[in-house]
């Protein structure tokens, strides 16, 4: 369980050098953590570990909702997206942004790509009638693609 947090810790290092996001990850300590919520900072990563007995979600839904900062919350947890959206924040699904990290990591360019693929959708003629994703569609749509 060290070994893939550890990896993950590396990928997401990785991953700041190349888009200089600021990135917090929670790890659960709910059945062997500490005695209280540790942080620490990891290649400019702060890595928090909920303390015992406290579950990692509690942890994000405390920090969405005290900091005034409109987040993207990455999380398949159908209570975190819910939260997420409540506190203004932006809620991505943890496989689509794992395969965004992997392919950032591999291209370092992968802001352009997607730049291209959306002119392709734009300029293509479509006949019959058109289906406007939902707004909080268009609001993730918006953060992939700044990821």
Not at 48 to 77: P, T
Request: charged share 30%.
């Amino acid at each position: 369980m060290m070994a893939r947090r550890e990896h993950l810790i590396e990928q997401l290092v990785s991953y700041r050098k190349i888009r200089n996001h600021e990135i917090t990850l929670v790890f659960d300590g709910w059945k062997n953590g500490l005695g209280r919520e540790s942080r620490t900072v990891t290649g400019g990563i702060t890595v928090i570990y909920s303390s015992l007995g406290e579950r990692a979600d509690n942890v994000i839904k405390r920090i969405i909702s005290k900091r005034q900062k409109k987040w993207v919350v990455v999380s398949s947890d159908r209570d975190i997206v819910a939260s997420a959206w409540n506190n203004n924040c932006v809620p991505v699904d943890s496989e689509t942004y794992y395969n965004l990290l992997v392919k950032a990591i591999s291209i370092k360019d992968v802001h352009d790509e997607y730049k291209y693929e959306d002119d392709e959708e734009v300029c293509a003629h479509h006949k019959g009638n058109a289906r406007r994703p939902s707004r909080k569609q268009k609001e993730i749509n918006r953060v992939l693609l700044k990821l």
